[in-house]
C-alpha cells in the first residue's frame, strides 16, 4: 500500500487542471479526444436478452442505513463475475451489417452540457448538503431528499452527481433515487453515470448503470458501452474492457469510428500494441476507415514502448493512409522526447512539422514544450523554449510561466523560482494563484516555513486569493515539518478566511498527527473529515488503526473501524485483518475472535492473511486444534494457503511436537495448494526444536527431488546431529545424499569424519572420505 505523497501530488494536481484550460487537446491524447463524438441511430437499441447473457445476474450493493452510501471498493468491487485470465491470447473480431458508414457523424444522445448556473440552483446545493449529512440521516431527511428528488430536472440530477468529489457517493445516489417511487433516471442522467465512472476504477458500477439502461429499454449508444470499457481498462482488466465490443454488437448494437478508437486507446494502455494493429487492420475489413484520433493511439503506444523510430515512421506514413498527421501526432512524440530531455530531437521534429506536413508552429507548440519539459524537471531546457517563445513574438502567459515555476520548486530552487516570478511582474504577466501556491509549496519543501506565510500574505496584498489547494499546501508543509497541530487550528479556522478544506486535506493533517503520535487529535480529524461528507479510503484507515494497534490501542483501533463502517465508509478486509491482528499481538484471543464474527457480519469475507494471524497467534498459545480449525475453515472457502501460512503452520506443530497432526493438515493444505519445499521447512524446524528422529523419518521425502535445496535441508540435519555428538546418524544422512546423487559439503563431512573417528568409528570415517575420492575420479572435479 502506498502512503499518499501529498506534497508531490497538491501542485500537480492544480496545475494540471490549470494548463488544461486552454491546451489540454494540443498536449496529449486525453481521454475525450479518444472516445470522439460517439452516435446512436434507430438501430442502436439493446437487446435485453442477449446483453443479460453477456453479462449474467447482477445486484446492487447498498449499506444498511437507509439504503443509501452504497460500499464501492476503488479497485474491483466484490461479485466480479468476469475474471482476467493472465496469459491466455486476447483475440477480438469486428462484424458489421453496414459498410463503410463508420465514419459517418450523428448526433449523440450522451452529448450535453451542463450550465454553471445548474449546479449553482438552489435545489441542487440543498440536495449535496443533505447528502454530505448521509452519515446522521433519519427518516425525516431521506423524506427531504426524496421530496426535492421529484422536483429536479434530469440536468439538475447530473449536476448533483458531478458535484460529488467522491465518485461512490454519486454512484451510491444515482441507486438511491432509482429506487424510488414516483421517480425515473433520464437517460442524460445514465450517460452522466456513466462518464462519471469512466474516469475511474469503478467497472462493476459502470457495468450495473449499463445493465440498468438496457433493463430500462433505454436506446443505447456505443457510447455507453465506451464508457464502461474504459473503466474496466483503468481497472487493469483488459480483457473485460475487450469483451464489451463483443458484447455490444451481439446486443445489436453496430460498433462506429468512435467505439473502435476507444478499443485501440485500451489495447495501448494496456500494452498490446501489437493487438492494437491488427485491431485497426479489422477495423478497415470492416468498412470502419481510421481516422487521425487512431493513428495517434498507435503513436503513443510506440512512444510508450520507447519506439520513437516507429512512431516516426508511421507520421510518415499516414499522409499515405489518407489521413494527414495532426499537430498532436508531432506533440505526443516530442512530449516523449522532452522526457528524455532530447531537445535536439524536439526542434528537428517541429522543423519537420513544417516542412513534411505544412503545421505552423504556434504558441501551443511552445506550451506544449514548456509543459512537457517542466513536468519531467527539465525547467531550465523549459525556461529556454519560453524565452524563444516570446522571442518570436508568442504570448506565454501565467500558465507557462506556472509550469516552469512549479519545476524550478519541486527541484528545490526556490530562487530561481522568484526570480521567474519577478520577471513576470516586469512583463505584465502578474502570477496567479497557482504560481504563488506553487511558491509556497517550494518553501515548505526547504522548511521555510516563515516564508511561505509571508507568501500567503503577499497574495491578499497582490489581490490575489488563496485557494484550498494553496492552504492545503501549506498544511502539508507544516506537517512535515512537525507542526501538525498547528495545521489543525489553521483548518478549524478555515471558515473564518474563507477557504474550504476538502478530502486532501484533511488526510495531509490526519496523517501529520498520526506520524507525531498524536492518534487521538488523528482519529478526531477522520470523525471531522466523514462529518464534512468526505471518506477516507481503505489506505487511511489502515494507517491509523495501524498506529493505533503499535500503540497498543487496540480497543481504539476496533471502535474506530466500527464508526468507519458505520458512516459508510469503504472498509475492507485489510482494515479488519489490521483490527485482529492487534488483538493478536497483546495476546486476546477472544477479541480477535470476535472481531473474525464481526467480519461476516459485516459481509467482509476474510482472507488467508486473516485466518493465518490467527492461526499463528492460536498455535502460539498451544490452542493448536482450534487452530487447525480455522485453516481447514480456509481451505473449505477456497483460499489457498499461502507460503506464510505453511511457515506458521510447520512452526507451531513442531513448537508443541505434535509432528503427526501436522502431517495431516499439511497433506490437505498441499491437495489445495502444492508448495514444494514444505518438507525442507519441516525437517529444518524440527532440527531447530531438537526433534530428531521425526527429522530423519522425513529425510526420504525430501531426497525425492534430489536438488540443491534438499542438499542444504540435508546439511542442516548433519549439523544438527553433529552439534548433538550424534557423528553415526550425520554420517548416515551423507550416505544417503550420495546414494541420490547428492555431494555433501566436504568440510561438513570432514568434520563428522573427525568426530567418528574419536567415537572409534574409524571404518564409518574412512568409508565417508572414500566415498568422496570415488565420486571424484568419476567426475574429474570434486563438488564442494
Not at 452516435?39 to 447482477?58: Q, Y
Not at 487492420?281 to 503513436?299: F, T
Not at 572414500?770 to 564442494?784: A, C, D, K, T, W
Amino acid at each position: 500500500m502506498a502512503i499518499l505523497r501529498l506534497n508531490h501530488y497538491l501542485l500537480g494536481k492544480a496545475l494540471a487542471s490549470h494548463f488544461c484550460v486552454n491546451h489540454l487537446s494540443c498536449i496529449a491524447l486525453n481521454l475525450h479526444s479518444v472516445l470522439g463524438s460517439y452516435s446512436t441511430t434507430s438501430k442502436g437499441k439493446c437487446n435485453n436478452e442477449n446483453f443479460n447473457e453477456g453479462f449474467g445476474k447482477l445486484g446492487y450493493v447498498f449499506s444498511e442505513k437507509l439504503g443509501f452510501a452504497a460500499s464501492v471498493n476503488d479497485n474491483v468491487e466484490e461479485g466480479d463475475e468476469e475474471v482476467e485470465e493472465e496469459g491466455e491470447e486476447i483475440d477480438i473480431e469486428i462484424t458489421s451489417s453496414f459498410h463503410g458508414n463508420g465514419n459517418r457523424q450523428r448526433e449523440s444522445i450522451a452529448r450535453f452540457e451542463i450550465d454553471e448556473s445548474e449546479f449553482r440552483h438552489p435545489l441542487v446545493r440543498e440536495v449535496c448538503r443533505l447528502i454530505t449529512l448521509r452519515s446522521s440521516w433519519n427518516p425525516k431527511f431521506e423524506g427531504n431528499l426524496r421530496h426535492l428528488l421529484r422536483s429536479l430536472k434530469p440536468k439538475l440530477v447530473c449536476a448533483v452527481l458531478r458535484s460529488q468529489e467522491d465518485e461512490r457517493i454519486a454512484l451510491s445516489f444515482f441507486y438511491w433515487a432509482d429506487r424510488q417511487w414516483r421517480y425515473r433516471h433520464d437517460t442524460i442522467v445514465y450517460y452522466t453515470m456513466l462518464d462519471i465512472l469512466s474516469k475511474t476504477k469503478l467497472c462493476q458500477g459502470a457495468r450495473r448503470v449499463l445493465r440498468l439502461l438496457t433493463r430500462r429499454g433505454i436506446e443505447c449508444s456505443p457510447e455507453a458501452f465506451g464508457y464502461v470499457m474504459v473503466s474496466y481498462s483503468r481497472a487493469g482488466k483488459l480483457r473485460n474492457a475487450l469483451q464489451l465490443l463483443t458484447l455490444m454488437q451481439k446486443a445489436g448494437v453496430e460498433p462506429d469510428l468512435s467505439i473502435c478508437n476507444t478499443a485501440v486507446y485500451v489495447l495501448v494502455k494496456g500494452a498490446k500494441l501489437e493487438k492494437a494493429l491488427r485491431f485497426l487492420e479489422r477495423m478497415q475489413v470492416a468498412g470502419i476507415k481510421p481516422d487521425s484520433v487512431s493513428y495517434n493511439c498507435l503513436i503513443k503506444g510506440y512512444c510508450d514502448l520507447n519506439r520513437i523510430d516507429d512512431a516516426l515512421k508511421l507520421i510518415a506514413e499516414m499522409p499515405y493512409k489518407g489521413c494527414p498527421p495532426d499537430k498532436v501526432s508531432y506533440y505526443t512524440v516530442m512530449a516523449f522526447l522532452c522526457k528524455d530531455r532530447k531537445v535536439e530531437k524536439v526542434k528537428h521534429l517541429m522543423a519537420n512539422m513544417v516542412r513534411d506536413s505544412n503545421l505552423i508552429q504556434d504558441q501551443v507548440t511552445y506550451n506544449t514544450l514548456i509543459h512537457a519539459l517542466s513536468k519531467h524537471g527539465h525547467a531550465d531546457d523549459a525556461l529556454a523554449f519560453l524565452m524563444e517563445a516570446e522571442e518570436k513574438g508568442f504570448h506565454i502567459d501565467k500558465v507557462g510561466y506556472s509550469a516552469v515555476v512549479d519545476s524550478f520548486c519541486k527541484k528545490r530552487r526556490i530562487d530561481d523560482a522568484k526570480s521567474l516570478v519577478i520577471d513576470m511582474h516586469s512583463k505584465g504577466c502578474n502570477p496567479d494563484v497557482v504560481t504563488y501556491t506553487a511558491i509556497i509549496d517550494g518553501f515548505c519543501r526547504v522548511g521555510k516555513l516563515d516564508e511561505a506565510k509571508k507568501m500567503l500574505q503577499q497574495m491578499y496584498k497582490h489581490g490575489c486569493k488563496p485557494n484550498t489547494v494553496t492552504y492545503t499546501a501549506l498544511l502539508n508543509g507544516l506537517c512535515q515539518n512537525g507542526k501538525s497541530l498547528e495545521a489543525r487550528e489553521m483548518i478549524s479556522l478555515s471558515e473564518e478566511n474563507w477557504w474550504t478544506p476538502n478530502a486532501i486535506t484533511y488526510s495531509a493533517v490526519m496523517h501529520g498527527l498520526r506520524r507525531e503520535g498524536k492518534l487521538s487529535e488523528a482519529c478526531d480529524m477522520i470523525r471531522e473529515m466523514i462529518g464534512k461528507g468526505f471518506l477516507p479510503n481503505p489506505v487511511e484507515i489502515n494507517l491509523l488503526i495501524q498506529s493505533l494497534c503499535k500503540n497498543q490501542n487496540v480497543v481504539e483501533a476496533k471502535k474506530f473501524l466500527e464508526e468507519c463502517l458505520h458512516k459508510g465508509c469503504a472498509v475492507n478486509v485489510v482494515n479488519f485483518t489490521a483490527v485482529i491482528y492487534g488483538f493478536c499481538q497483546i495476546g486476546d484471543l477472544d477479541a480477535a475472535l470476535s472481531v473474525l464474527d464481526d467480519m461476516y457480519l459485516s459481509n467482509k469475507h476474510p482472507d488467508a492473511i486473516t485466518y493465518t494471524a490467527l492461526f499463528d497467534a492460536l498455535g502460539k498459545k498451544g490452542r493448536l486444534d482450534e487452530a487447525a480449525e480455522l485453516i481447514i475453515k480456509m481451505l473449505g472457502k477456497g483460499f489457498d494457503p499461502t507460503p506464510v501460512t505453511y511457515r506458521a503452520v510447520i512452526h507451531r506443530f513442531c513448537q508443541w511436537r505434535r509432528v503427526d497432526d501436522m502431517m495431516k493438515l499439511l497433506e490437505k493444505m498441499l491437495a489445495r495448494q502444492p508448495f514444494r519445499t514444505v518438507y525442507n521447512q519441516v525437517i529444518e524446524k524440527l532440527c531447530e526444536f531438537g526433534n530428531f528422529e521425526e527429522a530423519e523419518k522425513l529425510l526420504g521425502k525430501v531426497l525425492r527431488t534430489a536438488s540443491k535445496l534438499d542438499a542444504k535441508t540435508c546439511h542442516v540435519l548433519m549439523q544438527s546431529y553433529l552439534s548433538k555428538g550424534i557423528a553415526i546418524s550425520a554420517y548416515k544422512v551423507a550416505c544417503q545424499m550420495f546414494r541420490r546423487n547428492l555431494i555433501p559439503d566436504l568440510k561438513l563431512c570432514e568434520k563428522v569424519s573427525k568426530k567418528l573417528v574419536l567415537d572409534g568409528k574409524s571404518a564409518e570415517a574412512d568409508n565417508l572420505m572414500l566415498r568422496f575420492v570415488e565420486r571424484g575420479i568419476q567426475q574429474n572435479e570434486m563438488h564442494l
